[in-house]
């Protein structure tokens, strides 16, 4: 059964087919239809056809009114100023609509399937073996996890992809450390408690690095440690994959805290790409792509220059035969299109890094991987996290937060508000902690989705966790509360009654729950989760003042003017259920 097609489209064909049947010679005319405080709608195509056609707006917009099918959908429909279109629906149309997503099998709201679906892989949540995760992580895996969600929910075929670094110098100069000093790794917990064992290997991390950069001996030696990773070497790979295996169980114990699922079939690293690195290279130099400078192989473009004037390289290949982050990139999306067969390929990747990755794309698309027909790559680029200062989020001595203590801290203030608004005792303590997590963390997900991906945000946990504003909580309570009243209401069940006139507050809330579908849509081709934030909010908004002027339980309506806002309040919080669960929400029953 397909999903029901929602009343803007509807009413967005009729308008379509009056447009083609009023001028047949014309091509095509989009309607331009928005909602509108007029009317339900308005329509502001015919201006630009009418320039086209050289005809009068306003007669051309009187002719088009008279070949628009009306009567069951459209109520009424009128010619306003220069010629917009002003167009009311029946109430009918509007309940019977709605109702008829309520028995969709698939529980889709009206949301369609793509009827072409691609292939996208999307690389997002790109943690670095041994290094504990930061608040910089947070947008990347957030972000990331919302349009795979979105993508899946409309057809799209998703491979998901982590891109940890696992591999280069680093861990030479690690696993040379660890031999030099084997009990720096002593921890009796570490194989019960991620969280200490990363924070172990943050610390041999760190004093690796310290000596790396201070004794040059030892810097000698790690380089020569490089060399037998690279070249295989038992002992040295053995040992690289204990600091994998354990950064693994660390990676997998913070993204359970954020509520989303990492599969390690879809961890595939730096390492992951290593034995394609040289053939990438021949490629690019046989092609002509890349040219060797200075020892290194480049690739150059005409409009990237430095400071100085001179054209800035993308390094695939260094001067001491190393190979830099562009031959792993590279590598990446030989893989993605020619093994994964991908149409689209995301990069969820912070914007400090934009011209890297424009390099990357552009020599891609040089070399025949890319195109813009077949083949598109896009980095859905995002801001910095800043702490209430305005400036980027650190602690009081200068460090960058640690995520773990960010969720906690988030994970603890919403429990203490779980636990005030419990004021009759109802919840028990595993069900306080339970709600306390599942708001804290939607909290932090909710502020980060809420705001355009490419924009920097404030993390305030006392407005996310405030039951007022454009937060989570004011959503999930939104949520708790219709669930409520669904309880309160007794033998009065939700029913739609589509003979039933509706009210200003009922009609606003009716035809914004139609919207789902195409915003759903939009916020999936877009990768664009904040459109959807922004939906659920004014959703959540329009319930409250429908709840307020149009009595549900209190006082008493009659039967079937209850039934029919019961149904209203139903439908609008399986939608709220659903969208939010698309942004990777949860949506508890009580609050």
Known sequence: MAPVKSLTATVHQRLADALTATLPEAPPADPLLRRSDRADYQANGILALAKKTRANPRDLATQVVANVTSGDVIKDIEVSGPGFLNITLTDRAIIENLAARTTDPDARLGVPLSPHPGTTVIDYAQPNVAKEMHVGHLRSAVIGDAVVQLLEFTGENVVRRHHIGDWGTQFGMLIQYLDEHPHELDHKDAQADGEEAMSNLDRLYKSARKLFDSDEEFKTRARLRVVDLQAGDPATLAT??????????????VFEKLDMEIRDADIVGESGYNDMLDETCRLLEESGVAVRSEGALCVFFDDIKGPDGNLVPLIVRKSDGGYGYAATDLSAIRDRVFSLKANSLIYVVDARQSLHFKMVFETARRAGWLNDEDVKAYQLAFGTVLGKDGKPFKTREGETVRLVDLLDEAVDRATTVVREKDTLGQLSDDEVAERGAQVGIGAVKYADLSTSANRDYKFDLDQMVSLNGDTSVYLQYAYARIQSILRKAGEVRPQPHPE???????????????????????????????????????????????????PVIKPAPPKDIAENRLFLSDVTAKTLHQGMALLGIRTPERL
């Open 240 to 253: 690289w994959q204990k600091f994998v295996d354990e950064s693994k169980i660390y990676f997998f114990s």
């Open 500 to 550: 039933l006139e509706l009210a200003e507050a009922e009609r606003a809330l009716a035809l914004h729950v139609d919207a789902f579908a195409e915003t759903v849509a939009d916020s999936a081709t877009e990768y664009a989760p904040h459109r959807l934030a922004a939906y659920l909010y004014q959703l959540a908004s329009l319930f409250t003042t429908f709840y307020d002027k149009c």
